[in-house]
């Protein structure tokens, strides 16, 4: 028997992927994060190339495994040696024929939020790789776009300063402070309000709690 939890996710997320259809994306809802796994690999045919983002998300529910698992030619920024190797593999993600990345935030009329430090990811969701592929917890929707926007910049972003342990303010207490430092994870912001070309980003949103 599924939780009043369980049950107002699946409501919200299929009005959700309506909204996301209108807004020219491809979406889809799926119940839980292995279903997700499932599905994202489903969406990419055998040898194609595929890169992904620093993303929580896809690594704890296992799908940057999958994909080194399976037929796939993957550019895995994971396995740089140097920042120099890293930042030439940011590059090389940005011509994949697939780039999986989860979403900071996501507002109830399907606009999606991004905050990136470096800015691989967002520039990857904009323009690049010819699908996007985007998983997203149930967690990360928000009422609307000024909550969307509030959760990646006070809840999204100071979490993932702690990833990296920089010299911002919000490692210190807990709370963004709007910084100006060099190792400030919010170089970028970035607002999806459509998929252009339509299908080109698609969303898999996920009835469980995942990244943060
Ligand atoms: S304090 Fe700086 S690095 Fe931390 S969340 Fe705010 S803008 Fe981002």
């Keep these: ?17 309506t909204k996301l259809e209108a807004r020219h994306f491809e979406a889809y809802y799926c119940p839980t994060a292995k279903e997700a796994l499932e599905k994202a690999v489903s969406l990419v045919p055998e040898k194609s190339s595929v890169s992904w983002g620093g993303s929580v998300t896809i690594r704890n529910m296992g799908l940057t495994k999958a994909f080194h698992d399976g037929d796939f030619e993957v550019i895995d920024r994971d396995l740089a040696k140097s ?39 967002v520039a990857a969701m904009s323009f690049g790789p010819k699908n996007v592929i985007i998983i997203c917890g149930m967690n990360k929707v928000a009422p609307n776009l000024d909550a969307a926007i509030s959760r990646a910049r006070n809840v999204a972003a100071p979490t993932n300063a702690f990833r990296f342990m920089g010299k911002t303010p919000c490692v210190v207490t807990g ?32 009835g469980e709690g995942l990244g943060f």
């Design 175 to 206: 709370s963004c402070r709007n910084c100006t430092s060099p190792d400030s994870v919010c170089s970028q912001v970035l607002i999806t309000r459509l998929c252009k070309p339509a299908k080109r980003i698609k969303v898999i949103l996920v």
């Design 83 to 121: 920042p120099e190797e890293m930042a030439e593999l940011h590059r090389q993600g940005l011509l994949t024929d697939y780039f999986i990345a989860s979403t900071n935030a996501i507002s109830e009329d399907g606009i999606l939020v991004n905050i990136d430090g470096v800015g691989n990811r």
């Design 1 to 17: 028997m599924s939780t009043p939890i369980e049950m107002r996710n699946e409501v919200l997320g299929n009005t959700l992927v």
